[in-house]
């Protein structure tokens, strides 16, 4: 009997260490964050404006038809450079009742000083239609959506510098300085935001993607092993995602985010990640976005 009782305390090690693994492997459930201060609005904080628009007349997406908003901010002076910031599914970002709340955080945070005078151009993807949809939002889905923001080329970048930006330009005029421009996107819109800034950092050096697809759609997966050889570009980035984001035949997300975040790290890029227990949704996004935004426009000064 006594030739036994190693046998079995060794099972028993095994066992409890087999359960102890099995229990750390678990995802934990899907939490949902509260939204601070800073994403409500405030007595005395200047409101800026926002304006709707269409676009139809794209030659890098012939056949499509978009809404764009711009915000100005109430300190916004012609006269004076502004900062400018993009969002890709515009709809999900300036709504004030959504997750994001960007005109309520942004309003919040330029009279703080917690960031520059900055214009904001939301833009929604392509229908491919004569018309657009009575609202905007996810259902009907635009259909261009997957090719504009998916695709690993400059097409999209060359899109909002040749075709939006210079048309909101005109009313709005806005810094020339790289630094002082940045985009954002979630999901989709996330490795957008990426692609854009990371093909022309001449135009964009600041990346905000929540819950960013840096999975296998149209081959974003790549991305990492890009980001470990490829020279350095001057960007700064933060990175959001959550433990409970999508795992599908398109890959991992949480996965593809922690790649990306080493990727950053091994090069020493300007960056941030920041976890969670989210799924794929604007929640946690939407929660941390104003400290996400004092992070990305820290130390940032308009041009003597």
Request: aromatic share 12%.
């Amino acid at each position: 009997m006594d030739f036994f009782r190693p046998c079995v305390a060794v099972l028993l090690f095994l066992s409890v260490g087999l359960v102890a693994c099995a229990i750390a492997d678990e995802v934990a459930p899907e939490r949902r964050y509260e939204h601070g201060p800073d994403s409500s609005r405030r007595e005395g904080v200047p409101r800026g404006t926002v304006t709707t628009h269409e676009w139809k007349d794209s030659k890098v997406y012939p056949g499509t038809v978009r809404r764009y908003c711009v915000y100005v901010p109430a300190q916004y002076s012609p006269g004076k450079p502004a900062a400018l910031m993009v969002f890709q599914d515009g709809h999900a970002y300036v709504s004030e009742t959504g997750d994001m709340r960007v005109p309520i955080v942004f309003d919040n945070l330029i009279h703080s000083g917690d960031m520059p005078v900055t214009i904001g151009v939301f833009v929604d993807p392509g229908h491919k239609k004569e018309q657009l949809p009575e609202k905007p939002g996810w259902d009907p889905q635009p259909e261009n959506r997957s090719v504009e923001y998916d695709t690993l080329s400059s097409d999209y970048a060359e899109f909002l510098l040749s075709e939006i930006l210079p048309e909101v330009a005109k009313q709005y005029p806005f810094t020339d300085d790289s630094e002082g421009r940045a985009i954002c996107g979630m999901s989709s819109g996330g490795i957008c935001a990426f692609t854009v800034a990371w093909e022309r950092p001449d135009a964009f050096r600041k990346v905000l993607s929540h819950i960013g697809s840096f999975t296998n759609i149209r081959g974003g997966d790549a991305y990492p092993g890009i980001l470990r050889k490829a020279e350095k570009r001057p960007l700064r980035v933060f990175l959001q995602d959550g433990s409970n984001d999508l795992d599908n035949a398109h890959g991992n997300w949480w996965l593809g985010n922690q790649q990306m975040a080493a990727a950053l790290k091994f090069r020493e890029y300007d960056h941030q990640f920041v976890t969670g227990d989210g799924g794929h949704n604007g929640n946690h996004g939407g929660a941390i976005l104003p400290d996400s935004l004092r992070w990305l426009w820290r130390d940032y000064r308009f041009p003597d």
